[in-house]
């Protein structure tokens, strides 16, 4: 960690408290104004193509199903363990790193339920990288996620989801390429992976090269879902888990909860009754899809139960043809430096439902601001068709940084 990169994260955590304090009501204006970009034609399809496929089989012993998967990006991994460290680093001047890599082999051995623990076991024997590190990452990616996902339906009743994933602010700006470093990184990690179960597809999911749980999948047949983060203080609850206020049995992080949905639940119905009611470290928000008009909701969770949820509206057309969660509970104001709710409703409204589809989904996501500097990629998933399609995305200047 060098002595300049230490100067960076101070300067910039610096600079955003005074903009909060001295800034009572300031969107993102002038260079930086939210613009949607429904009918200019980005979509390519086959740029998705980028972000490769690769299976894992959940029958074949844990130590060994994510071997396939890490191999090709152990660089690349080792690149992630070392951005988050260096940003550990930077707040605690090296006092941390440390500790943590202590707490997170002893979460390893006796917190992580044991089908998690082999398989980050065997991710670690063919990477190379720590337990300690591999736990690290697993829930790291519990504490930090701001995302966009949307749930619309047709004016004939046919399904669309798609998320932004948004990841890496405030861990550290890279002042030459004018992005976030860990963004950067993840987008060097994140995979597509079919699942499959005796020999056939169970789902189809994203995440990041060693990470074992799921962001976002598609279950055929089935359902759609994303995860957005809920923007209320986790890290009290890590601690709590750390010592053992939550048991092995209760324990469920989202992104862990997510892939035993997938795993266990056949039907949307079966999905949202599994998502309101588990047991989990964090609040968190589901974006839920199914196959059949209406069949779309937003439920708002925190640790122990569901506080409310939205619904679409099963007749569409133009009453509430779709669903857009940020990162603030449905009905709430944003964060006026992180106002993604507006544009994307706007944008939406100039797609309508009439010309909802993968393109038109793909370009409503493409528009800033819920296009921005944090945003590793975009998913875009479509039951009827079986579409899933995943693409790396880049936020060219101006562009705003969250």
């Known amino acids: 960690m060098t002595l300049h990169s230490v100067h960076s994260t101070l300067l910039f955590a610096t ?21 949607c970009r429904v009918g200019e034609g980005i979509y390519n399809p086959d740029n998705a193509k980028l972000v490769p ?21 152990i660089e690349e991994m080792k690149d992630v363990v070392a951005t988050v460290k260096q940003a550990i680093n930077g707040i605690s001047f090296g006092i941390l790193v440390p500790l943590v ?31 300690a590190d591999l736990a690290m990452m697993n829930i790291f990616y519990e504490l930090s996620r701001f995302c966009t996902s949307i749930v619309a339906q047709t004016t004939d009743g046919d399904l669309w989801h798609g998320r932004n994933l948004d990841f ?16 950067s990184v993840l987008k060097k990690v994140t995979v597509n992976i079919n699942y499959m179960k005796n020999g056939k597809l169970l789902f189809k999911g994203t995440t990041f090269a060693g990470h074992v749980g799921v962001i976002t999948g598609m279950r055929p047949n089935g359902f759609t879902l994303s995860m957005n983060a809920r923007l209320k203080p986790d890290i009290l609850n890590v601690f709590a888990w750390l010592d053992r206020n939550y048991t092995n049995k209760d324990l469920h992080f989202v992104m862990w909860a997510e892939r035993e949905v997938f795993e266990h639940c ?16 964090a609040g968190d928000y589901y974006i839920l899809g199914g196959k059949r008009p209406g069949e779309g909701v937003i439920l708002v969770r925190n640790e122990t139960s569901l506080e409310s949820m939205v619904k679409l509206d099963p007749q569409g057309g133009f ?12 009905g709430t104001r944003p964060l006026f430096i992180d106002d993604r709710i507006t544009p994307g409703n706007y944008c939406m409204r100039q797609m309508g439902p009439d010309r909802l589809a993968a393109a038109g989904l793909y370009e409503v996501l493409t528009s800033k601001t819920n296009l921005n500097k944090s945003t590793v990629h975009t998913v875009i998933m479509h039951i009827a068709s079986g579409t899933y399609e995943t693409y790396i995305q880049d936020c060219p200047d101006p562009c705003w940084f969250i």
């Open 266 to 281: 056949r039907s949307y119905a079966e999905a949202q009754a599994y998502l309101s009611n588990t047991l989990q470290l």
């Open 53 to 73: 496929w690769i299976t894992v089989d959940l029958d074949a012993p844990p130590e060994e199903r994510f071997k396939k998967v890490v191999v090709p990006f």
């Open 168 to 183: 890496g602010q405030p861990f550290i700006w890279d002042v030459e390429k004018r992005t976030w470093k860990l963004t």
């Open 319 to 330: 009453g509430r043809w779709y669903l857009l969660q940020t990162n603030y509970d449905p």
């Open 101 to 131: 890599e202590k707490v997170m082999k002893y979460a390893h051995k006796e917190l992580f339920p044991e089908v998690y623990r082999r398989e980050i076991e065997g991710i670690s024997a063919v990477s190379g990288i720590s337990v």
């Open 15 to 35: 600079i955003c408290f005074l903009v909060l304090k001295e800034v009572n009501s300031m969107p993102p204006s002038g260079k930086f104004t939210p613009k």
